[in-house]
């Protein structure tokens, strides 16, 4: 089995905050592969399902952000399992708005949620770096993450979301290459190479007639510039 982690804060007036992206993206997923119903359980919303051939139980905390390494903590002991198969969505500030990246290991960054799970599995579990951007002062970081993304994002927002449940199945079996090349499809499809250029209907376009050839002399085209 793998635990799949989604960071945000409980209740209504939070939901389409910043910082619960990863709250987004973990209902995104139990929608599209017809996960069970979301029951509450080590302090925590949660539901399974299974993605490819690969047991999943996703959760959602339901603590308040600084706290949520208590119900990752309950989980894990419940179902034994390792760091190794869990992995943490999360908002990031260092990643501009859309972007994704995949790691494992490494530090908090000053994030409360990740400082919590740390503090309660350590820190080898992987993690989805879900980007939202940064207000461009730390001052101004609490109230940014904490405000409801504008109607501008809507667009990048689902795409993402869209990508982040396209491969849900790949990151469930570990290949993080895969999983970010069906993100990047959603996100940055491909342009066609094969750009249609205009026909001309011969049918009803008129060519013009080439020029005949000037046979004057060069003392003939003189005096006709003199007339």
Known sequence: MKLFVGLGNPGA???QNRHNIG???LDEIASAHGFSPWKSKFQAQVCEGTLGDVKVLLL???TFMNLSGQ???EAMRFYKLTPQDVTVLHDELDLAPGKCRVKQGGGHAGHNGLRSIHSHIGADYHRVRLGIGHPGHKDAVAGYVLRDF?????GWLDDLMRGISDGAAALAAG???KFMNAVSLRTAPPRSSNTAKPKIDTATTTVAPEPAPDTRSA?????????
């Open 13 to 15: 007036k939070y939901a």
């Open 60 to 62: 959602k905390p339901q």
């Open 175 to 177: 290949d993080g290459g």
């Open 219 to 227: 003392m003939e085209k003189l005096v006709d510039k003199f007339k």
């Open 23 to 25: 709250f987004m993206a």
């Open 71 to 73: 119900a990752v903590g």
């Open 150 to 154: 504008p109607k501008a994002d809507e």
